[in-house]
């Protein structure tokens, strides 16, 4: 990783000397609890794109899985920019079809979507190679039916209240719940197995503070400048994501206000993340950072970050050093790379 946070600008032969225009198709919608995200991510991307390099097709998937063109076609396209947030999109389901038919596409590939779309596998990675991250245990559907006991007393040996609950495999804050006791924590399950049949439970972070790093490249990756969220609610839940709005929406702060020191080091550890991780192409690594110790934890990986007009992975490129429509042009240059 270089001092600076801007990638170098490069020669990319497929998007610099071709005559015709590259044929870009945008996969959109899905099946997964994060489908009306896709549509904004998507929207946003297509107005984007700067239709002079393009001829860019909208392919949607309906909640029920239900393709606007036969699969077949996707062999038509220079290259498949997903937008598919959560399962069936995210985790690496679409990218080994993709990979099967050979068609190159934004974004990471199986391996790295899998292990960045699950919460579980994706601390276990980083806790393995010594990167910080809190305290959590794993809960699945069977053991909470058959015996709650034993997650309640877990929870309450090994990391204590307040606890947040997550689906361990969902994005944008679907199905999170903060559990601030026993009863919230029942709660907090039989939302959390709505989306999954496995759980991530893990220790809240004290006078909590939310940082985010984009990073882009494939091999040599770089890393933005370091941004922070104000939740407008108790925590960064889906409501105050995407639905608070005003006076009452969210506060973004980028550059992010602390230490040169500090921001570095978070850039450096969203890099190695990204790299542990395989995610190609691009990734926004979330941290949580305690307020008054200055500790910092890797929170979670996004290997298809949210591209809305509020999305914090194009936001912090912009505040980088690279506006929206440049940044598209990377990502496609980078999904064309051998």
């Known amino acids: 990783m270089s001092d600076s946070p801007l990638p170098k600008a490069q020669n990319h032969s497929g998007l610099a000397t071709r005559g015709a225009k590259l044929k870009v198709a945008v996969l959109y919608g899905g099946q997964s ?55 069936m999109g995210e985790d690496g389901s679409v990218q ?27 601390k276990d990675v980083m806790r393995a190679h010594g990167l910080p991250v809190v305290n959590y245990i794993v809960a699945r559907r069977h053991q909470w039916l058959s015996a709650p006991e034993h997650v309640e007393r877990a929870v309450q040996t090994q990391l204590g209240f307040p606890c947040f609950v997550k689906p361990a495999n969902m994005g944008s804050s679907v199905g999170i719940t903060k559990a601030k006791n026993v009863q919230q924590l029942h709660a907090g399950m039989a939302e959390a197995l709505k989306w999954d049949r496995k759980v991530l439970i893990e ?18 990756l770089q890393a933005s400048v370091v941004g922070e969220i104000t ?25 992010a206000p602390i230490p040169d020191a500090l921001a570095q080091r978070i850039r450096e550890m969203a890099v190695k993340a990204a790299l542990l991780t395989d995610a190609r192409g691009m990734a926004r690594v979330d941290f949580l ?6 500790e910092v934890f890797i929170n979670e990986i996004n290997t298809i970050p949210g591209f809305t007009d509020i999305s ?10 690279i506006p929206y429509s440049e940044l598209l042009d990377r990502l496609i240059a980078l999904a064309m790379e051998p």
């Open 33 to 87: 609890g994060e489908h009306d995200v896709s549509l904004m991510s998507a929207a946003s991307v297509m107005q984007a794109l700067d239709g002079r390099k393009y001829e860019v097709t909208p392919v949607f998937i309906s909640r029920a899985g239900e393709w606007t063109i036969p699969l077949e076609d996707l062999r038509k396209f220079d290259v498949v920019f997903p937008l598919l947030h959560g399962p």
């Open 96 to 122: 080994g079809l993709l990979t099967l038919i050979g068609v190159p596409f934004v974004g990471a590939g199986v391996v790295g979507s899998a292990v960045g779309m699950d919460k579980v596998i994706f």
């Open 203 to 220: 220790q809240a972070v004290p006078h909590a503070r939310e940082l985010e790093v984009s990073v882009l490249g494939n091999d040599d």
């Open 231 to 255: 939740p407008s609610r108790e925590f960064y839940d889906y409501a105050a994501k995407y639905l608070d709005k005003g006076e009452a929406a969210s506060g973004l702060h980028i550059p």
């Open 289 to 294: 950072m305690n307020g008054e110790s200055r």
């Open 312 to 321: 914090m992975y194009p936001k912090l490129w912009a505040a980088t050093g």
